[in-house]
């Protein structure tokens, strides 16, 4: 990733072989061959090119198709997409969006705005499938020792990841700026990223793929907490074990004091945990969060027995003491000392065991871009902004994503997220102000754009827009909804 100060390109002065791109306020200045600062444009034989094709999806398409600019379009392409990706920018969108795209849909003619828009305001949220202890909450999150985000709030058999962010993009050193947009980027093309969490775990996060803490790659996403795998597996257990106790950081169940063990009529066993009681057979803090048995710090499941009741607990009770993945398991019988022996575990109780893996989905790491697209950007669609603003939030206009759809957040501004991987591959770019590229599209009815003040004049049909440009058509992925639709 390079520095806007140190680009060679940015110093040459302008002559016959040099080319000025103003696509970003880096304002790079390209020597015939070269690229500029962002690889995204460079110079061919003395024209200002964006690299990459523009990219157009098709329904039904399977194979890839490559057209040259100018060439003859042969019009076989099956319903056809302009995606953002490759359409080029036209920040702070003093001029119109690059490609302004009719259509027609269900009978209504329709309209997409298309560009790639440049987002400083923008980050990351990572969910993580582990319960492994990633770091405390509010811890930083560095890669190449610089800060790129922060621990945030854990979510049910997940931790998350805040990345990003304008503090940390423009709000800190030119370092750490630039480290934070490489980590951006990287993430939202899909590729792996290495992070380490202060007072925590390194970790090697990449969409799609499991997520591997201090080295040991995360298997399955555990079944619910301690509370809610006794509440599921009480009757299974029934009749095989005296007591179970489901290891927990965030709730530790205890069968026989739980609401499903006094359905099932279950005779207390005694057997005290650690911890801070929340309410019968559900206890919090059983141990230290951690890299043991169900997120806690423990490698020993009975150092969170407290205490063994005399009077309650009795010789030969069986106790099956397990995680909530099923990962770590162990069956104890109480001797005459009622003390928890280990023992062979049943076939019945391993039997259980094994179905609360089966019941872990596979952990998975997720990344979701966020960024305001109230901005400039709107003016590349409009010449009166906050129409689209309320256009968007009335649904008469759709926003995708290199096609993928958005969630767009309630409240003021255009705030969307998106899940990379529902977007096209290698979709994100960056300029080195720093701030990542993202292709974004706008969808709606022509008759409610003309509306909005849309750009009516630089409305053109597909084969004109497709004339002005290279451009590579692919397959539009099926579990994307088809966002032209009146
Ligand atoms: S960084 Fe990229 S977009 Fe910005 S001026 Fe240079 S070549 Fe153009």
Redesign the pocket.
């Known amino acids: 990733m390079r520095d806007p100060e140190d680009a060679p390109e940015s110093i040459e002065p302008l002559t016959g072989d040099v080319v000025r791109?103003d696509?970003?306020p880096?304002?790079?200045r390209?020597r015939r061959g070269q690229a500029?600062?962002?690889d995204?444009?460079a110079n061919e034989d003395g024209r200002l090119v964006r690299v990459d094709p523009l990219l157009i999806l098709e329904r039904g398409a399977k194979a890839v198709r490559f057209y040259e600019q100018g060439k003859p379009w042969d019009g076989t392409l099956v319903a056809p997409f302009v995606t953002g990706v490759g359409a080029t920018?036209t920040y702070p969108d003093y001029k119109p969006a690059p490609f302004i795209v009719a259509s027609r849909a269900e009978g209504v003619d329709m309209v997409t705005v298309v560009t790639e828009g440049i987002f400083s305001y923008c980050g990351l949220k990572l969910k993580i499938d582990t319960d492994r202890f990633l770091g405390p909450e509010q811890a930083a999150v560095r890669m190449a020792g610089e800060q790129v985000g922060h621990v945030t709030t854990a979510e049910y058999g997940s931790q998350m990841l805040s990345l990003g962010g304008v503090r940390h993009l423009t709000g800190g050193s030119k370092k750490e700026g630039n480290v934070t947009c490489e980590a951006l980027l990287q993430l939202a093309n899909k590729e792996a990223v290495e992070l380490a969490i202060d007072g925590g775990s390194t970790l090697r996060v990449q969409a799609g793929a499991p997520p591997v803490v201090n080295g040991a790659r995360e298997e399955r996403m555990r079944v619910g907490c301690g509370s809610a795998t006794i509440g599921i597996f009480a009757r299974q257990w029934h009749g095989h074990a005296d007591e179970v106790i489901v290891v927990d950081d965030h709730i530790t169940g205890v069968l026989t004091e739980h609401q499903a063990g006094r359905f099932l009529d279950m005779r207390p066993a005694g057997i005290r945990v650690r911890g801070r009681k929340s309410t019968p057979g559900r206890y919090f803090k059983v141990a230290e969060p951690g890299l043991g048995w169900g997120g806690t710090d423990i490698t020993d499941p009975l150092s969170i027995v407290d205490r063994v009741d005399p009077k309650t607990a009795w010789p030969g009770m069986r106790l099956l003491m397990v995680s909530t993945t099923g990962e770590d398991a162990e069956w104890f019988v109480l001797d005459e000392a009622l003390k928890p022996q280990k023992a062979p575990m049943p076939e019945a109780v391993s039997k259980v065991v094994q179905r609360i893996a089966e019941n872990c989905e596979p952990a998975l790491c997720s990344v979701l871009f966020m960024g305001g697209a109230g901005g400039s950007l709107r003016a590349g669609v409009t010449e009166n902004p906050v129409r689209l603003t309320h256009s968007v939030k009335e649904l008469i206009t759709r926003v995708t994503c290199g096609g993928a759809p958005v969630y767009v957040w309630p409240g003021g501004g255009i705030t969307v997220m998106v899940d990379v991987l529902r977007m096209p591959e290698r979709s994100f770019g960056y300029?080195?102000t720093p701030a990542l590229v993202l292709p974004i599209e706008f969808t709606l009815p022509l008759a409610a754009y003309q509306a909005m003040g849309g750009h009516m004049d630089r409305v053109v049909s597909l084969e004109a827009a497709l004339r002005r440009a290279q451009f590579k058509a692919q397959g539009w992925r099926a579990e994307n909804p088809w966002p032209v639709a009146k």
């Open positions: 791109c696509a970003c880096v304002l790079c390209i500029g600062a962002c995204r444009y920018t300029v080195p």
